[in-house]
């Protein structure tokens, strides 16, 4: 069977949801961080099929994907910088051992 | 079944495989590895839709830039070989009930949906036409939102600066 508009949806659809599988999951941020870049990779798949099957003649969701990509590399590292740094102060970068939410 | 159609089934099985076993192994390293492995994936899918230009982007940007960030910064803060504690199956089996619920919901709604298709000829994806539609101001250009995203790179990295500078001791 060709592959066209609908496969690659349910390869995104797929990645989406095990992305939030593993949100839901994992406890570690790291491995949290992680089911994130999973998910916002699924959405500019998403983008990248609709563009290419159903508006070939415009560059609408090329566009967005470079920019999701752009916000998504700012969101890993700032993501990391506080990571590390509460790890710095907990020693540990589980979700249950940060509960305080103060400095 | 030709061989770009194989290649195809492959790139998905890559991505959606090496993507389950990043958010399923206990090895936090491990993980790590098998997310740039899907990443890389979701590049070859781009290729194979012949947009090289965001598969470039991909590979440099998320196969380069975040899981060299993410392998960094478990070096930093985990301990070499030891692995996640074991998860709680309740959590686990509600957490996959939830994902494959939602994923057969959207399912059900992507193949009731018929899509219609513009009857307009497809416009080249070269570098030329990206970078000349990105930096116009007429006629749907993406200058404004291209300075915005510069603005917002520059104050991510400000703050990725200040949060992870290491304040010294105030009674020491």
Same mark, same amino acid.
């Given at each position: 069977?060709?592959?066209?508009?609908?496969?690659?949806?349910?390869?995104?659809?797929?990645?989406?949801?095990?992305?939030?599988?593993?949100?839901?999951?994992?406890?570690?941020?790291?491995?949290?961080?992680?089911?994130?870049?999973?998910?916002?990779?699924?959405?500019?798949?998403?983008?990248?099929?609709?563009?290419?099957?159903?508006?070939?003649?415009?560059?609408?969701?090329?566009?967005?994907?470079?920019?999701?990509?752009?916000?998504?590399?700012?969101?890993?590292?700032?993501?990391?910088?506080?990571?590390?740094?509460?790890?710095?102060?907990?020693?540990?970068?589980?979700?249950?051992?940060?509960?305080?939410?103060?400095? | 079944?030709?061989?770009?159609?194989?290649?195809?089934?492959?790139?998905?099985?890559?991505?959606?495989?090496?993507?389950?076993?990043?958010?399923?192994?206990?090895?936090?390293?491990? =993980?790590?590895?098998?997310?740039?492995?899907?990443? @890389?994936? &979701?590049? %070859?899918?781009? *290729?194979?839709?012949?947009? #090289?230009?965001?598969?470039?982007?991909?590979?440099?940007?998320?196969?380069?830039?975040?899981?060299?960030?993410?392998?960094?910064?478990?070096?930093?803060?985990?301990?070499?070989?030891?692995?996640?504690?074991?998860?709680?199956?309740?959590?686990?089996?509600?957490?996959?009930?939830? =994902?494959?619920?939602?994923?057969?919901?959207?399912? @059900?709604? &992507?193949? %009731?949906?018929? *899509?219609?298709?513009?009857? #307009?000829?497809?416009?080249?994806?070269?570098?030329?036409?990206?970078?000349?539609?990105?930096?116009?101001?007429?006629?749907?250009?993406?200058?404004?939102?291209?300075?915005?995203?510069?603005?917002?790179?520059?104050?991510?990295?400000?703050?990725?600066?200040?949060?992870?500078?290491?304040?010294?001791?105030?009674?020491?």
């Amino acid at each position: 069977m060709q592959p066209g508009l609908y496969h690659i949806l349910f390869i995104s659809t797929a990645l989406f949801f095990i992305g939030v599988y593993g949100f839901l999951t994992r406890k570690n941020l790291v491995t949290m961080l992680m089911s994130i870049e999973l998910v916002l990779n699924s959405v500019n798949l998403n983008f990248i099929a609709f563009n290419k099957y159903l508006w070939p003649h415009k560059m609408d969701g090329l566009f967005f994907t470079l920019f999701i990509i752009a916000i998504a590399a700012a969101e890993a590292a700032v993501a990391i910088a506080i990571i590390i740094n509460l790890y710095r102060s907990h020693n540990s970068i589980n979700v249950e051992n940060a509960e305080e939410l103060k400095y | 079944m030709n061989g770009s159609d194989i290649i195809f089934y492959l790139l998905a099985a890559m991505t959606l495989v090496c993507g389950l076993l990043a958010v399923t192994t206990r090895h936090i390293f491990r =993980a790590a590895v098998f997310l740039l492995f899907s990443l @890389i994936g &979701v590049a %070859g899918i781009y *290729f194979w839709l012949q947009y #090289e230009f965001i598969a470039a982007v991909q590979i440099v940007v998320y196969a380069g830039g975040i899981a060299v960030l993410i392998i960094f910064s478990i070096f930093l803060t985990q301990q070499a070989g030891d692995k996640l504690p074991k998860q709680r199956i309740d959590r686990k089996i509600f957490g996959a009930l939830a =994902a494959f619920c939602g994923f057969a919901l959207v399912m @059900i709604q &992507v193949y %009731g949906h018929t *899509f219609f298709e513009t009857e #307009e000829g497809e416009v080249t994806v070269s570098v030329f036409n990206i970078g000349k539609k990105m930096l116009s101001i007429t006629d749907g250009g993406y200058a404004l939102p291209f300075e915005i995203i510069s603005m917002l790179l520059l104050a991510a990295m400000i703050g990725c600066i200040v949060i992870a500078l290491r304040t010294k001791k105030e009674n020491s």
